[in-house]
């Protein structure tokens, strides 16, 4: 009974909630994606995953479920929209919009966090802006702007494309992540971290 008493700091239970979670962003990818207006970085439901993620799993294991789902696009693996995937799409126009996905989820599970044992629909959505869109945005447009070479301003406009839908997909994330809170207490971030630090981890 070594190990009596001593409580892992990754219970199995949060590996699989976390590997869950990186298949679910990879699904969200089979739909396909969408350039419009010539924008090269496409639109895409993954956005509405890592949204998820971060509202579901909060900070660390939303970061986690993130850094899984590209270190396998990075080996390779075709799970972003469209079936990409290998080190190439982290050189390309999107590169600082998929590495914003791990902070971006983050803080958005950093914010769901911080609402309490029982997030509110409107800290949910907020949490969701702030994370998967303003976080993502944040590291993308300066990215693209950099690697197309084109101008900030203009970068930035292109990518006001992408509002109107994300923030769809921020209000989705919410009710989403709202009903799941509701059916299952436990699973609040702010309450699984609690239990974490008291020890009661699975
Ligand atoms: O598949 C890729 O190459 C990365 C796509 C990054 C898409 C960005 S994330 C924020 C914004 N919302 C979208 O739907 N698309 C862009």
New binding site residues.
């Given amino acids: 009974m070594k190990d009596a008493g001593r409580q892992r700091r990754f219970p199995t239970g949060d590996l699989a909630r976390v590997a869950v979670f990186a298949a679910l962003i990879a699904v969200l990818g089979l739909p396909g ?1 969408l350039n419009v207006f010539g924008n090269v ?4 439901l ?2 509405l995953g890592v949204m998820l993620a971060g509202a579901i799993l909060g900070t660390w294991r939303a970061a986690l479920a993130v850094t899984v789902l590209l270190v396998l696009v990075a080996a390779g693996l075709p799970l ?3 079936g ?1 995937g290998g080190l190439g ?1 982290f050189a ?1 126009p ?1 590169a600082g ?2 590495i ?2 791990i902070p971006g989820a983050a803080v958005t599970g950093w914010l769901v966090e911080r609402a309490g044992r029982n997030p509110g629909i409107v800290s949910l959505v907020v949490a969701c802006l702030v994370g998967g ?1 303003g976080v ?2 944040l590291i ?1 447009i300066p990215v693209q702007a950099a690697i197309t070479g084109a101008a900030l301003w203009p970068t930035l406009l292109a ?1 006001a494309q ?1 509002l109107p ?2 923030l769809v997909k921020a209000v989705v994330a919410s009710g989403v992540a709202r009903g799941t809170q509701r059916a299952y207490p436990d699973a609040v971030p702010a309450v699984h971290r609690e239990r974490l630090r008291t020890g009661g981890g699975r």
Avoid: A, E, N
């Fill in positions: 994606s970085v496409p639109i895409t993954q956005t972003l929209s469209g990409r799409v390309g999107s919009f998929l914003g996905w869109v993502i945005y993308g990518s992408f839908l994300d």
